[in-house]
Structure formats: structure tokens, C-alpha cells
């Protein structure tokens, strides 16, 4: 059970530094203009030595924006409830924490699904019809790695759920 406890928590840390670092960085997408290579992200845009903030409110940032947000404090929660189950904090003993941790990471996996899908979908339509010389970058790779650790999280302490749930009386 431990080890799926500890498998778990580590995936899930290691997903939410990849969520909070590809949600704050800017390097989803690269693409190449008369005056060279340029790169936003969800916040700013890049050009050669100089970078600005995104001014317009463009409905796929901003939901994609939301839905990353959304994973991090849903990753982050279950981080937390994830580690009270794993030292057995006696606590709020009235709900089951790798239950919680559990369903908190496959929350996040979730919204980090939906943002990644908004964001690609809007993106290869828009940039693939108008412009050929473009590529989704590193932070946009991170945020889909996320999606992988954050759902093998939710696996994990799933496992670890149904090796220590109360068997029933009836089944001896």
C-alpha cells in the first residue's frame, strides 16, 4: 500500500512542477517571422529581446488558462491530502485520504486534459491553416507530461485504496 502511496506522491509532485512550470513559462508554441524566431505562451508573447503581455482576452487562453490553474490547486490539494494519508495523520478521520488524494489527482488530470485539448485544437486550426513555419515548444510538451503523471497518480493511490478499504463482515 505504501508503495503505491509513495509512487503516487511522487508522480504527483513531479506533475505539478511540470503544471506550474508550463502554465508560467512561455514556450508553447514557436514560430518564425521576418525578424526571426518568436514564442508565447499563456501570458506573453516573445519577439527578438523583447517580450509583452497578452493584452487581448482571447477565449482559448483564458480558458486554458482556467483549466491550468484549476489542475495546479486540484494537484496541489491532493499533494497534500496524499501526504496526510501517507503518515497516517489522524485528522479528519471522518473521509478516507487516498480516497481523496485519489479522485483530487484525477481532477487535475482532467482539467489538464481540457486545457491541453483547447489549446491544441484552437491552435493547430488557427496557426496550421495560416502559417506553415510553427511548433508547439516545451512548455506545451510539459503540460501534456503532466497529464500523463497527474492520471498515474489517481492510479496509484486508487491501488493504494483498494488494499486497505474495510472489507465487509459477510466475506470471510
Not at 59 to 82: E, P, V
Not at 85 to 104: M, R, V, W
Not at 115 to 138: C, D, E, I
Amino acid at each position: 500500500m505504501y508503495s503505491f502511496m509513495g509512487g503516487g506522491l511522487f508522480c504527483a509532485g513531479v506533475g505539478n512542477i511540470l503544471l506550474v512550470v508550463s502554465t508560467a513559462t512561455d514556450y508553447w508554441m514557436q514560430y518564425r517571422q521576418s525578424s526571426g524566431y518568436m514564442h508565447q505562451g499563456l501570458w506573453r508573447y516573445c519577439m527578438p529581446g523583447k517580450c509583452m503581455m497578452h493584452t487581448d482576452s482571447i477565449a482559448y487562453w483564458d480558458a486554458t488558462r482556467a483549466f491550468m490553474i484549476l489542475a495546479i490547486l486540484a494537484c496541489f490539494f491532493g499533494l497534500i491530502i496524499g501526504v496526510m494519508a501517507f503518515i497516517n495523520y489522524s485528522s479528519f478521520d471522518g473521509f478516507d485520504k487516498t480516497f481523496a488524494a485519489g479522485i483530487l489527482y484525477f481532477i487535475s488530470c482532467f482539467f489538464v486534459l481540457l486545457a491541453m485539448a483547447v489549446y491544441t485544437g484552437v491552435t493547430v486550426n488557427y496557426y496550421g491553416k495560416r502559417y506553415g513555419n510553427w511548433r508547439f515548444s516545451w512548455s506545451y510538451i510539459m503540460g501534456w507530461v503532466s497529464v500523463v503523471l497527474t492520471f498515474f497518480s489517481g492510479i496509484f493511490y486508487m491501488c493504494a485504496y483498494r488494499m486497505h478499504e474495510p472489507r465487509s463482515a459477510n466475506t470471510r
